[in-house]
């Protein structure tokens, strides 16, 4: 399952602490309240509905995320698109927690984790959160330096609001550290 991957801390963005000497991320975005709005956001994260509907092309080796699927993320148009290739490396289909992360294979721009959550918390509301470590792979994500991370944060959050949408939750987002 971790065969492969292009960093040597599997499953850091589940068991924590994040490792040092990568960028740290983390997006919390409300999606929603209730049991049906974790299900529907869940369903979304983990059959790749909300990256396909925030714009981003995916080609993964299976329907939903599971650990070892192998996924490529593209970005970007035409000439201009960068694929990253991924692996699922860990996936939750708790009662109060659904989603998975993958980890970046060598060709991706980026090196490290990314999770993507959503979390039904003791008051009932549904949040999306977004946990990452990375750093630089190749000679341009080396070179965009410091934008590379505010690229990754607008990205979580607008796949949060994203995710608002295709689980029919409120309005507002709030973006933590």
């Known amino acids: 399952m971790t065969a492969g991957l292009s960093y040597p801390e599997h499953g850091a963005t ?18 929603g309240h209730g049991r049906a709005v974790l299900e529907r956001a869940g ?3 983990t059959t790749f509905r909300m ?6 092309r995916v080609r993964a080796g299976a ?11 593209g970005l970007g148009v035409g000439p201009l698109r960068v ?8 996936s939750t289909y708790d009662s109060d927690r659904i989603g998975f992360a993958y980890g ?12 993507f959550l959503a979390e039904l918390r003791a008051d009932g509301s ?5 946990t990452a470590f990375s750093r630089p792979a190749r000679w ?6 410091p934008v590379v991370p505010v690229l990754q944060r607008a990205y979580a959050r607008h796949c949060g609001r994203t995710l608002r949408r295709l689980a029919g939750g409120p309005s507002t987002s709030t973006p933590c550290s």
């Open 83 to 90: 694929t990253a290739p991924c692996r699922v490396v860990w």
């Open 43 to 45: 369903e979304a994260i």
């Open 63 to 73: 329907a939903s995320a599971e650990p070892g699927v192998p996924v490529e993320v």
């Open 51 to 56: 990256h396909r509907a925030a714009g981003v």
């Open 140 to 145: 341009y994500t080396r070179l965009a330096g």
């Open 126 to 130: 549904v949040w999306f959160a977004v």
């Open 104 to 115: 970046t294979l060598d060709g991706h721009p980026e090196r490290g984790e990314e999770s």
């Open 14 to 31: 589940q068991h924590g602490p994040l490792p040092a000497g990568y960028h740290h991320l983390r997006v919390e975005v409300p999606v």
